[in-house]
């Protein structure tokens, strides 16, 4: 068998402007993991794949590209996420799984699943990074075909994957190697489609009329999230904004909301230095341009200037003017911090009459504390310290502007 995937079918076209909405990534790994597993049991390959989703009745059908047995015990299926015709890193990304049958007794779990080449692990630990919707649908759907007496390992891998993490922030929230499991539901759910925009402002609306007078977070991502409830801030003050940071931050001031943190990875927070209030980087990036501008004012000239602007990601041009221009690092990161807050309060003015006090605090890529604008750190201090417990979340040595 090639383990060269033929191109996947590609999505039916839509007859009008709305895009299409495809299955999150969980929902086409179990579609693959169940190809593999009716092959390791000597049934004929059969596409699509008929399996259930949470909720919903009747079963839904995936294509699947191919599936063989590689061996008496083992089995190999091959097919591709095709989230919709919306922007999504995932799409027709290549999904393999290897099922190995093995002897039940023998301390073998069941159903094991692990992470192979691609697959976002968690750092510390090197589990699978899987969010739970992702966990209980294979759980649902693998285990009625198991085979009798047996227990079976499925590997997964992503092949490309390692590479297109490099495009996210995985890194900055511990997770290594590959793309993380991820998803809420079994829909995709682009960060950047005005359904997402309309969630995000129903949530905004939720947490204004519960806590009038509290301070209001802005969190980029779900990465984001988990990082803010871990810092100790109130699950009720937090609102995913995905890109959508400029419709968001009107919005809340439209509300006469007193007082805004932006709080996320520092490579999405510095657009907001350069103006640019939607985020995603296939409609605005500009990071390269804006950290290269901002370093140039502070006096960073020649080489060293081309050098930052050529960095592989945002982390990497920091860290290597900590190392060798501290001082001239701290400015910059004072200055950018200051300024993307005076942009978000411009932005603000822009749209309506009433600005409130918007906040700035960034993270790195060692889930630490990178820095905070003037109105960040009070915002900061307002809603309270740190979880004492969780050192990775302390911040760093760097000075807060």
């Avoid at 590209?65 to 015709?85: H, I, S, V």
């Avoid at 829909?187 to 209001?216: F, G, K």
């Amino acid at each position: 068998m090639s383990l060269n995937p033929p191109p996947a079918t590609a999505p039916p076209v839509s007859n009008t402007s709305e895009p299409i909405t495809g299955y999150s990534l969980p929902v086409w790994v179990t579609a693959v993991a169940m190809a593999a597993l009716h092959c390791l049991r000597g049934e004929p390959f059969v596409s699509p794949v008929s399996m259930h989703l949470p909720q919903e009745t009747p079963p839904h059908l995936l294509p699947v590209q191919q599936a063989a047995p590689l061996g008496a015990d083992t089995a190999l299926a091959m097919g591709r996420c095709q989230p919709g015709d919306r922007l999504d890193l995932t799409r027709d990304l290549p999904i393999w799984v290897l099922a190995e049958r093995l002897p039940r007794g023998r301390g073998h779990p069941p159903l094991q699943l692990l992470p192979g080449a691609g697959v976002g692990v968690h750092a510390d630990s090197g589990r699978i990074c899987a969010s739970n919707f992702a966990l209980e649908l294979l759980h649902r759907n693998l285990e009625p075909l198991l085979p009798p007496q047996a227990a079976v390992r499925l590997t997964l891998i992503f092949p490309t994957g390692a590479r297109l993490a490099e495009r996210t922030s995985n890194r900055a929230f511990g997770v290594v190697d590959g793309l993380a499991l991820l998803g809420m539901g079994a829909w995709a759910q682009a960060s950047a489609a005005p359904d997402q925009l309309a969630a995000a402002r129903q949530r905004l609306a939720r947490v204004v009329e519960a806590r009038p007078h509290a301070p209001v977070v802005l969190v980029l991502g779900a990465n984001g999230w988990d990082l803010a409830c871990r810092h100790g801030f109130p699950e009720a003050a937090l609102v995913k904004v995905g890109n959508w940071i400029g419709p968001l931050l009107v919005e809340a001031a439209e509300r006469q909301c007193r007082q805004v943190l932006l709080w996320g990875y520092h490579g999405k927070l510095l657009k907001l230095a350069g103006g640019i209030f939607h985020t995603h980087h296939h409609v605005a990036d500009g990071r390269a341009t804006v950290l290269t501008a901002f370093a140039a004012l502070e006096g960073l000239t020649g080489s060293d200037l081309e050098q930052l602007h050529s960095a592989p990601t945002v982390e990497a041009a920091l860290n290597h003017l900590r190392r060798h221009k501290p001082g001239l690092s701290s400015r910059l990161e004072a200055r950018l911090l200051a300024e993307a807050e005076r942009q978000a309060r411009a932005y603000v003015a822009r749209h309506g009459e009433h600005v409130p006090d918007v906040g700035v605090v960034i993270f790195d890529g060692r889930r630490q504390v990178r820095g905070a604008g003037p109105h960040g750190q009070r915002l900061l201090d307002a809603l309270g310290p740190p979880k004492k417990r969780d050192p990775t979340l302390q911040p760093t040595t760097s000075p807060v502007a």
